[in-house]
């Protein structure tokens, strides 16, 4: 099973920048989709972005278009490793939340309807927690 540590939350005042990693070990083919999701106090948890390790395809949320990008520092999960980014621009108070990211192995569909539907994942880090304050 692939392990994963996210890092890099913190606190920042709104319209500045953070980047999170989540680093994985344990991949065992090339074929995944490592995601960021967040769980705000009192709502659901919910996709943010997502990216294909196959061939580096990208999946947003319309709440992180154009603010955040999700990048990858080992294309195919080489020696079994990956670690994945999300730069995060512009941040605003309601973008607090705890971040987790996730994967999914083989994943079975593309679209954001179901690489960024939490119920599809079932191998989780932990969370790092983001508090912008306004």
């Known amino acids: 099973e692939v392990q994963l540590q996210a890092s890099g939350g913190g606190s920042v005042q709104a319209g500045g920048s953070l980047r999170l990693s989540c680093a994985g070990a344990?991949?065992?083919?090339?074929?995944?989709?490592i995601s960021w999701f967040r769980q705000a106090p009192g709502k659901e948890r919910e996709g943010v972005s997502s990216?294909?390790?196959?061939?580096?395809?990208?999946?947003?949320?319309?709440?992180a278009k154009g603010r955040f990008t999700i990048s990858s520092n080992n294309a195919k999960n080489t020696d079994g490793k990956n670690t994945i980014y999300l730069l995060m621009n512009s941040l605003r108070p309601e973008d607090t939340a705890v971040y987790y990211c996730?994967?999914?192995?083989?994943?079975?569909?593309?679209?954001?309807?179901?690489?960024?539907?939490?119920?599809?994942?079932?191998?989780w880090g932990q969370g790092t927690l983001v508090t912008v304050s306004s």
């Open positions: 996730a994967v999914l192995r083989e994943p079975l569909y593309r679209g954001t309807y179901y690489l960024l539907d939490p119920s599809q994942y079932h191998n």
């Open positions: 344990g991949f065992i083919s090339d074929d995944y989709a």
């Open positions: 990216i294909m390790t196959i061939d580096g395809s990208t999946y947003y949320a319309d709440s």
